[in-house]
């Protein structure tokens, strides 16, 4: 992906990033630190403490952030409420990697992302999905592994 990406921008495509998404912010600086270690990019880091500042929401510092990163890891609320303000649309991305995937479901901000923006999006313009699970049934669950499961 950021091959293609590197690619794209030296011909004067679209910009896109892959986005990581995590649950906690201890799993920004995990993630981060691992991507940034193994990636020759620039890896951008978001939490919402980090974006406490007004100048984190504004349209200008994130269309900075986007031009800047190839690879951004950042809780899955960030995106949610810089989806949600337009400040990031889902043609700025090329992946979306969940991470602890499982929990992409009812309420969730995961499942939020996929149904309040990622569904919307015609086809061509949606970013590839990647998700990764260590858990992928629900242990604590009623219902039955392979309904779980599909």
């Not at 293609?4 to 030296?10: A, I, M, Y």
């Not at 679209?14 to 995590?22: E, K, P």
């Not at 309420?107 to 699970?133: L, Q, W």
């Not at 858990?135 to 039955?144: G, H």
């Amino acid at each position: 992906m950021i091959s293609e990406e590197l690619e794209n921008r030296k011909a004067g495509q679209h910009r896109r990033v892959s986005m990581f998404l995590v649950d906690s912010v201890n799993l920004v600086f995990q993630q981060s630190s691992v991507l940034a270690n193994n990636l020759d990019v620039k890896v951008g880091k978001y939490y919402g403490t980090k974006c406490n500042s007004q100048r984190m929401w504004q349209s200008e510092t994130w269309s900075k952030i986007l031009d800047e990163k190839l690879v951004i890891v950042m809780t899955a609320d960030v995106l949610y409420i810089c989806l949600s303000r337009g400040f990031i649309l889902m043609k700025d991305i090329n992946l979306i990697c969940f991470d602890e995937a499982h929990h992409a479901k009812k309420k969730h901000v995961y499942a939020r992302i996929m149904r309040d923006f990622y569904s919307h999006e015609a086809v061509g313009d949606r970013p590839r999905i990647f998700g990764m699970t260590a858990s992928p049934i629900d242990t604590n669950s009623k219902t039955q592994i392979k309904q779980a499961a599909s």
